[in-house]
């Protein structure tokens, strides 16, 4: 595999993950992940991140350094925008192979080089607007990004060709191949992308939306040509399009709008609560309203939080299990939680056999603003629109 170039004197690298693996330990990935790095040359050379040290990744990473003249050993400053492994598992690796080169991160980042890899030599820490002059007129600057999507977070920015090395920010599940450019996919494969970069949002950004639209803010006043993530495709035809839809993903757990649509996620132990489901079903398509329905624990979470988060209204469909809440069913909303779900309007639906104080309990752990309980067994279709009130 080649670099590629972007612009004059900046290329990307990237590793792909593929599908065997889970993205942090336990997201699924079936279109597999880039994790890319750029290459930023004046008279000195920068490099933007590294990778998870997998798949003989260093090996790509040297072959691709090789195919435009550079090798590890020759980059004079490691910009490290995030320290979580994805982006830095082979630092030590790269330390060992390049004594002198300075690595530079925000001073948060540079505790974590000091701490986590017990590097100690040649660190600069770097705060919001300072710049790093490569000569031949290339200079970088730095925006500090907090916590997205760890709390030393910061993007580059390529003040000449206006490229924004977003860091997490903009980024997607899904390999690239050869191919890394926006304007290189088809309207089918951007299709694909647009539902991996929501489920990569839904599970990795989404606790920080906060953090996301104060960057987004924060970004305003700059020119932005190019974004290159650390994940993902390189937008360079149409930047403005992933920034809008981070926008709008910031928006859904944030008191934005979510989408006019219903996501029913069900259990059940011996069919009584799939009865009850049936009848609201059948209200929904009677409404015609759009709704994606996520059996547990059949469907991987990953799936489910993503169609989840975006849709306005819930359907919670579960029996009780020992007195509590279908535990297949908790370790979801237990994910909602920690995602930061607000102003969802849900409706549950289950047996609580009869006992009033099953009842209030199950509603109390739905931490889902507007919950409504429903016994299934009455047997009449339900009016989901009216109860969810869309
Ligand atoms: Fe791609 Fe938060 O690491």
């Excluded at 992933?242 to 910031?250: C, D, F, G």
């Excluded at 009677?286 to 169609?307: M, N, Q, W």
């Amino acid at each position: 595999m080649k670099a590629i170039s972007i612009a004059e004197g900046v290329y990307s690298i990237h590793a792909e993950l593929t599908t065997d693996v889970f993205f942090e330990g336990f997201w699924r990935i079936p279109t597999g992940i880039t994790l890319n790095s750029y290459l930023v040359r004046g008279e000195k050379t920068a490099l933007i991140e590294l990778a998870k040290n997998c798949d003989n990744s260093i090996a790509h990473y040297e072959e691709q350094l090789a195919s435009i003249g550079s090798s590890l050993e020759q980059i004079d400053f490691l910009i490290l925008n995030h320290l979580e492994p994805d982006h830095t598992d082979f630092l030590n690796e790269f330390r060992k192979k390049n004594g002198r080169a300075e690595i530079i991160s925000t001073p948060k980042g540079i505790a974590f080089v000091r701490n986590f890899f017990n590097i100690n030599e040649n660190l600069r820490e770097v705060k919001n607007g300072d710049t790093l002059d490569l000569g031949k007129g290339k200079i970088l600057t730095f925006f500090e990004t907090p916590n997205i999507h760890w709390p030393e977070t910061m993007m580059t920015y390529d003040i000449n060709e206006k490229i924004l090395f977003s860091c997490d920010a903009f980024g997607s599940y899904g390999t690239l191949g050869e191919r890394v450019f926006d304007d290189e996919f088809s309207a089918e494969e951007h299709a694909c992308f647009e539902k991996e970069s929501l489920r990569y949002y839904a599970n990795i950004v989404s606790s920080f939306s906060t953090f996301v639209k104060k960057a987004i803010e924060k970004l305003g006043n700059t020119e932005i040509k190019t974004i290159a993530p650390s994940h993902g495709m390189i937008w360079r035809r149409n930047p403005a399009e992933i920034v809008s839809r981070y926008a709008k993903y910031a928006g859904y757990n944030t008191g934005g709008p979510c989408e006019k649509e219903i996501c029913i996620i069900w259990g059940s132990m011996y069919g009584y609560t799939k009865q009850g489901l049936d009848a609201v079903i059948e209200g929904i398509k009677e409404e015609g309203v759009p709704y994606t329905i996520h059996r547990i624990p059949d469907t991987d979470s990953s799936f489910i939080l993503a169609d989840a988060y975006r849709a306005e209204g819930l359907v919670l469909a579960m029996p009780t299990y020992e007195y509590k809440m279908f535990p297949p069913m908790a370790q979801i909303l237990d994910l909602f939680g920690r995602k930061h779900f607000t102003g969802k309007k849900a409706l549950r639906i289950g047996s609580w056999a009869g006992s009033a104080e099953r009842k209030r309990n199950m509603t109390k752990q739905l931490p889902i603003s507007n919950g409504q309980v429903w016994n299934p067994l009455n047997g009449r279709v339900y009016p989901a629109r009216k109860i969810l009130r869309f």
